[in-house]
């Protein structure tokens, strides 16, 4: 009779997991034993010490790994990598912003507790361990996580109808998708007699399946999966609902952490486990970045609500983010996960402005409403303004840098008809990232409503300009970093 056999635990890989849902617990515990509503102060403060400590650990796995190498943990299934590291700092950073954003809308809205903090800590948790995933239930256990918190958190306004029917459709269609999910997961076991990555790879590099039906089955059940979580076409009817019902701070929290956690899980299964399979994936890719960037940038024109706008934004982004998954090598692995790092922190910006604009009960969103805005306070304006431009992808910001390391690796993958088509996305992109830069310096509205912004919020918006400047200006060290975070099971 042999004994219970407890894998061995590399506590530092997981470290920044243990911390965000140790913060999330504390709150917790504290919301339960406090007889008062735990102070707004408080609970950011918990969730700002938490984020940061994340970013120091980052300093150390790095090191570690200068030393020793990438490493697995608790039987194979959690990965520490120099991808996993920059994955850690990218959601790190953007949990740190979002809070300073929540915690300026919940004094406005007046809205005490550390609820809000609770369940993005825990969803934030959520999206690190997917980061750090090697096992297909490890990221289905992450994607989950990451799920539950959102859906409470897009119906958190009560108040509104629009939050209520977006966290509905969300949870309805997100259920749907986490199924569809874990039964891919299933047919690849089946297919392959592993749910661990590397076990897969090293699987299909060694064998040749004579009825390769159920595999193919189980990788486009998988890709389904992420293709919700990153609001490509056609799996993406959720995302503008969603934007637009949600409390703004949370949608800023939707559109940068669940797209890194989504990405970076994307890349291990496409890339680690199933790059053996390269041909057979590339076309499905192949027609989702397609339609996903034409769509995106099409469909976004005719909107007047900015966080419908910024919904289908996100969605032409994706499309981007995409191609360095559909080139297949580690150019366009480094290419998609400096475009994720960058554009967290530029996207939490851009809601953080949303947010402040959208006044108290959160419903001035009409681009109307923007009109005059760099006239009246010329420094907001112009934040706005770099944030918009960075998103179109001009010269001389992050943005055009982030566009040009995709669109070279597909290029260099054969894929110049896919470059051509998304570069033609982002010229109708163009058009409508212009036109509101333009609206805020109409002048016929220059006598309109100041806008309050707290201490937080402008040092939030500060962080994302000075990403979208510094970076455009001078993206060396940073690209240098990300190439350096490759993938351990690299083909």
Request: with cysteine; glycine share 10%.
């Amino acid at each position: 009779m042999t004994g219970l056999v407890i894998p061995s635990i590399h506590y530092l890989a997981l470290l920044p997991v243990l911390t965000f849902f140790g913060a999330s617990i504390v709150l917790l515990l504290m919301s339960a034993l406090v007889s008062d509503k735990v102070a707004l102060n408080v609970s950011t403060g918990v969730t700002a010490a938490a984020s940061v400590a994340v970013l120091v650990y980052a300093v150390f796995q790095w090191s570690y790994i200068a030393h020793h190498g990438a490493t697995t943990s608790v039987a194979h299934a959690v990965v520490l990598d120099g991808f996993s590291v920059v994955g850690n700092v990218a959601i790190a950073l953007a949990m740190l912003l979002s809070a300073f954003v929540a915690h300026d809308w919940a004094k406005r809205e007046r809205i005490a507790g550390a609820d809000f903090h609770i369940l993005a800590l825990a969803s934030s948790a959520g999206a690190l361990l997917m980061v750090q995933a090697n096992d297909l239930i490890v990221i289905f256990l992450g994607l989950e996580i990451l799920s539950i918190g959102l859906y409470v958190l897009v119906g958190f306004d009560r108040h509104r109808s629009t939050s209520d029917e977006g966290a509905l459709k969300y949870f309805l269609l997100g259920g749907f998708a986490s199924a569809i999910f874990i039964y891919g997961a299933a047919l690849v076991y089946g297919a392959t007699g592993s749910t661990n990555l590397s076990s897969i790879s090293y699987f299909l590099s060694q064998n040749v399946l004579l009825h390769p039906g159920l595999l193919y089955a189980g990788g486009g059940l998988l890709l389904v999966g992420f293709a919700f979580k990153v609001a490509a076409v056609p799996f993406h009817a959720w995302s503008p609902d969603v934007y637009e019902g949600a409390p703004t701070p949370v949608t800023g929290v939707m559109a940068s952490i669940v797209k890194v956690g989504a990405f970076a899980a994307l890349l291990r299964v496409l890339i680690s486990a199933l790059g053996t399979q390269l041909d057979t994936w590339r076309p499905i890719l192949f027609v989702l970045i397609i339609v996903t960037c034409v769509v995106g940038a099409s469909v976004a024109l005719v909107q007047r609500n900015v966080k419908r706008l910024f919904a289908y934004s996100s969605i032409n982004q994706a499309g981007f983010m995409l191609m360095g998954v559909w080139a297949g090598d580690a150019r366009g692995v480094a290419a998609t996960l400096f475009y994720v790092l960058t554009y967290a922190p530029v996207i939490v910006a851009t809601f953080a402005i949303v947010t402040l604009v959208g006044g108290r009960g959160d419903v001035n969103h009409d681009i109307g409403h923007y009109r005059g805005l760099a006239r009246r306070q010329p420094w907001l304006g112009a934040a706005l303004t770099v944030l918009l431009l960075t998103q179109l992808g001009a010269p001389l910001t992050v943005g055009f840098y982030a566009k040009f390391t995709v669109l070279a690796a597909v290029i260099d993958s054969g894929g110049g008809a896919l470059a051509l088509v998304a570069l033609l996305s982002a010229a109708i992109a163009a058009y409508f990232y212009l036109r509101f830069a333009l609206a805020l310096y109409a002048d016929d509205d220059v006598e309109g409503t100041r806008i309050h912004v707290p201490v937080l919020s402008a040092t939030v918006i500060a962080v994302g300009v000075i990403v979208a400047i510094l970076f455009g200006l001078w993206p060396g060290p940073l690209a240098a970093w990300v190439q350096h975070a490759t993938l351990l099971f690299l083909p």
